[in-house]
């Protein structure tokens, strides 16, 4: 197995939302916020080489949005998902699955495409399959008003029209050799978070559960989530799992950090390592 990191750029959030009842005069010193209050966050991906099969998690914010889209989220840097992918030596057409930790437009929007016009959507992977939870799905095609604005259906709807779209069900067999999901249930229905297993080490992909390393302490939820009580509930079951078992934690959305080990302190769960994904995996195999 070989895993790249597949850096997409980054956009903006506002901060208040992205780190809920902590206080501003705290939270900055994470991530500053611009004078409009928004915070830089990455949206990082992972491609597994795996046998024959190459598989992308998530896809990022996309490219075929209007510009009063972006306009609220500021895509910027120099990287994109196709530029990445093609960086670490592949084309999109090699893609053979894509895995979906669920639907929001910043974790689904590059997984489909459109024309020049905007009136055809298409999968941007012709030949890969797409992974989503049949529960998750249902909650994203019918949204509640206070998620509707997360789940485009141009983002969607395309990936079960096009016949690419099957599913990673609870309680059955992992369709992926060397890959098994945790669902979590706190930031949106049924969330996948791929659980990677290389040589003797297990990278963690932490999606939107813990979306930066300055989200590992418990009260720092999302004020995204649908169910924020239960998400403190699943970082600590987690990130106690992490500890015990000496997971490497894969983040998509921290500006800086890729990944982290964590242990247990006087104040909680903690960082003990942290570093770039290629370098962590290096040290540990040597």
């Keep these: 197995m070989q895993v790249h990191v597949i850096d997409t750029g980054f956009f903006k959030l506002d901060g208040g939302a992205m780190y809920g009842v902590v206080p501003k005069s705290i939270w900055q010193k994470l991530n ?28 990022g914010l996309g490219n075929k949005q209007d510009a009063k889209f972006f306009s609220y989220y500021y895509l910027h840097g120099t990287d994109s998902l196709l530029q990445s992918i093609q960086k670490a030596g592949f084309s999109p057409d090699e893609i053979t699955d894509v895995i979906l930790t669920h639907l929001h437009f910043d974790h689904v929007g590059g997984a489909v495409s459109s024309n020049t016009d905007k009136t055809k959507y298409f999968p941007t992977f012709k030949n890969a399959r797409y992974w989503s939870t049949p529960r998750h799905w249902h909650w994203a095609i019918q949204p509640n008003p206070r998620k509707k604005a997360s789940f485009l259906k141009e983002n969607i709807l395309p990936l079960q029209e096009s016949g690419q779209l099957h599913w990673i069900e609870e309680g059955k067999t992992s369709p992926f050799a060397n890959i098994d999901f945790l669902f979590v249930e706190g930031h949106t229905e049924a969330m996948l978070l791929p659980k990677i297993q290389i040589g003797n080490q297990t990278i963690v992909y932490m999606a939107d559960l813990i979306p930066s390393a300055g989200h590992i302490a418990l009260p720092y939820v999302m004020s995204y989530d649908v169910r924020p009580l239960l998400t403190m509930d699943e970082k600590a079951t987690i990130l106690n799992r992490a500890v015990e078992k000496e997971w490497i934690l894969f983040f998509e959305h921290d500006p800086i950090i890729e990944c982290a080990v964590v242990q247990h302190t006087e104040k909680g769960i903690r960082i003990e390592n942290q570093g770039a994904l290629a370098e962590w995996l290096s040290l540990t195999n040597q």
């Design 32 to 59: 500053p916020s611009d004078e409009n209050n928004l915070c830089s966050w990455a949206m990082r991906c992972l491609l597994i080489e795996d046998g024959n099969r190459l598989i992308l998690i998530d896809t």
